[in-house]
């Protein structure tokens, strides 16, 4: 059964944070390749990958199971669990292969690895949107779940979901105060980069927050 938007003025609300959210994803995407111009060096596959990963192909994933905005909203929950393996499927490949590039980047040049926020929180957000989507896979085999009901299994999947959006975000960020990118782009060109990931963060966040609100009040 799929759930109708809500009426009024805050399904109204809901639904235009929802699309402001595909468009900041895309937008952002797509101002990251026109800058970093994947393909001219090495570093520059660097941020390309990673803003692909975590601000296109994770906060599509998410936003998937919107009720408000999600571009397959009329089809069976089945069919979306489908398509957000997917999703998060490329968010980890592209993030493992972002960290490559970086880490062979720095070899070339002979730089330390690791030595920044951006680097440090960069490594551990890939290593949590890893180790999130391997522990995912008793959603869907249900007999490696054994002694968890699927509905608790769920909800410890949409918490640590969020958790690593919220990381992802905060490594675009620290990418964002990058000597590489401030160098690129002019002041209020930087803090309308810098809101895009805020933004996005603070929707998903209201989305994830809701859904389960919403299922409380129905079980109560």
């Known amino acids: 059964m799929v759930k109708e938007p809500e009426p ?3 399904g109204w609300t809901r639904t235009a944070s929802s699309v402001l959210s595909h468009l900041i994803c895309v937008g952002f995407t797509l101002f990251i390749a026109f800058v970093s111009r ?22 599509e994933a998410i936003l998937l199971f919107s009720p408000h905005a999600s571009p397959i909203r009329k089809l069976p929950h089945k069919t979306k669990g489908g398509v957000h393996w997917v999703l998060q499927g490329l968010c980890v490949s592209c993030a493992v292969l972002g960290l490559a590039v970086i880490f062979y980047n720095k070899h070339l040049m002979g730089k ?14 890939v290593c949590v949107a890893g180790t999130q989507s391997l522990a995912a896979l008793p959603l869907v085999y249900h007999s490696l779940a054994k002694g968890w009901s699927l509905a608790r299994l769920k909800r410890y999947h949409a918490a640590s979901g969020l958790v690593t959006y919220l990381l992802g975000s905060g490594s ?3 990418g964002l105060s990058s000597t590489w990118f ?8 930087w803090y309308l980069s810098a809101l895009c990931p ?4 603070l929707i998903i966040m209201n989305q994830v927050s809701s859904a389960y609100t919403a299922k409380k009040r129905l079980q109560s």
Do not use: D, K
């Open 8 to 10: 009024g003025l805050p």
């Open 38 to 59: 994947p393909g001219s060096s090495w570093f520059s596959w660097h941020p390309f990958l990673m803003t692909l990963a975590f601000s296109f192909f994770m906060t």
């Open 112 to 125: 330390p690895h690791f030595t920044s926020w951006h680097g440090l929180l960069g490594l551990l957000t």
């Open 172 to 174: 675009l960020l620290l």
């Open 182 to 189: 401030s160098a690129s782009v002019r002041e209020y060109t």
């Open 198 to 201: 805020a933004l996005s963060a």
